[in-house]
């Protein structure tokens, strides 16, 4: 039977509440361990989240403002059978348009969902490859996925993507149930109730122990040393520069992106720092053509062009290995199509921004000791903290 395309889809915040969200109710009063099989057992997540704006929280004697709950997509969980949601993907996986950000959306959802990844795995690669597997069909069955070899490139994106997803929502339980003063058992008995409580209480047992307040410090300095944000909200880099392309009829790199995802509304640059590194990309691309890439360096597809000796590499500093800056969630250095010797491509980048060692040795050890319960990881509700990556 050929599936049919979905029409519209309203992410709502006030959408019904489902008749399995009855079960998890019960998590507080009786721990219970995870379902052999996932995503039989998932339920939305829970409507707690959707009282109202005005009805404040009290935490031990604190109390604390409510605030808009996170999206449920009720409308994409209870898609027919035969209806899927056509979704445009450049070469890297990314998803792009309005659809795009419907499935980042609910990529988000799946991540939060109860019994669906355990709260308590120390590591996203300590999850096992069945509950990732669960969580990729729940996508297949409500999204047009491309065929192989793209549709193996949007598979390992998205199961990035739920990772990074899935750390931001263990980071989010921290930042509003933990706190230094609070014992542990009262935190555990002030459980949400739509998790599992059993996995719940190990990873506040986690939040107090010794290797989690080191991971916790180590984050904070991490974080404390990023002094720019963008300002592309919760937009990903990917669907942003999409956008960018469309209306330039020009593919977009990621120097045009940087300038444009770090302006102001009126145009200004967020700051003096910023305003700099614009000018010298600038000065860059007009004065020195070897270093701009050539057009075949580019894809008209949605991806954001880049190359280890761009405008961009030449201002902010070569990369580090794992990861593109500036590009969103995917790129790996390894990607780049004319890359044949990664490390000495990028020792080979002029840094014109270089990093004490001193910072370049806390940033790894941070990098090292990052994880999922760390309250104070950065830009977790950035565009591509949200949907894919940072900046």
Not at 111 to 132: E, G, T
Not at 211 to 231: D, E, F, M, P, Y
Not at 348 to 369: E, G
Request: glycine content about 8%.
């Amino acid at each position: 039977m050929t599936r049919k395309r979905f029409r519209t889809i309203s992410s709502s915040s006030q959408p019904p509440v489902p008749p399995s969200q009855e079960a998890t109710a019960s998590q507080e009063a009786t721990p219970s361990q995870p379902p052999a099989h996932p995503s039989e057992q998932a339920t939305m997540p829970s409507s707690d989240n959707d009282q109202s704006l005005n009805d404040n929280e009290i935490i031990g004697h604190t109390e604390v403002r409510k605030v808009r709950g996170g999206t449920r997509m009720t409308d994409v969980w209870n898609l027919k059978e035969d209806e899927l949601i056509p979704v445009q993907f450049n070469g890297n996986g990314q998803p792009l348009g309005d659809e795009g950000g419907i499935f980042n959306k609910f990529t988000g959802c799946v991540a939060r969902v109860a019994n669906q990844i355990p709260l308590d795995a120390a590591d996203w690669r300590k999850v096992p490859m069945s509950i990732k597997e669960d969580c990729w069909s729940l996508m297949t069955k409500r999204f047009t996925i491309p065929e192989p070899p793209l549709g193996d490139i949007v598979k390992s994106w998205f199961l990035k993507d739920l990772g990074e997803k899935w750390r931001n929502y263990k980071c989010s339980l921290k930042l509003k149930y933990f706190d230094e003063a609070f014992t542990p058992q009262y935190v555990k008995n002030n459980a949400p109730t739509d998790v599992n409580l059993e996995q719940f209480c190990k990873l506040v047992d986690f939040w107090y122990s010794d290797a989690g307040r080191h991971r916790s410090h180590a984050g904070k300095q991490n974080r404390s040393l990023q002094t720019t944000v963008h300002t592309a909200g919760s937009k990903s880099f990917a669907r942003y520069a999409h956008e960018l392309e469309k209306e330039k009829q020009v593919p977009i790199n990621r120097a045009d992106l940087y300038k444009t995802v770090h302006m102001r509304s009126d145009g200004s640059p967020i700051n003096p720092d910023v305003a700099e590194k614009i000018r010298r990309m600038e000065e860059i691309g007009l004065n020195d053509s070897g270093s701009s890439q050539t057009s075949d360096e580019f894809r008209v597809d949605g991806s954001i062009g880049w190359s280890p000796s761009d405008r961009y590499a030449q201002v902010i500093g070569p990369e580090r290995h794992g990861r593109i800056r500036g590009v969103g969630l995917g790129p790996t250095p390894s990607s780049h199509p004319t890359n044949t010797n990664e490390q000495r491509q990028y020792q080979d980048v002029p840094n014109n921004n270089q990093v004490s060692p001193a910072i370049h040795r806390s940033s790894h050890a941070s990098r090292k000791t990052s994880v999922a319960d760390n309250a104070d990881d950065a830009e977790s509700g950035g565009a591509d903290g949200a949907e894919g990556g940072q900046d």
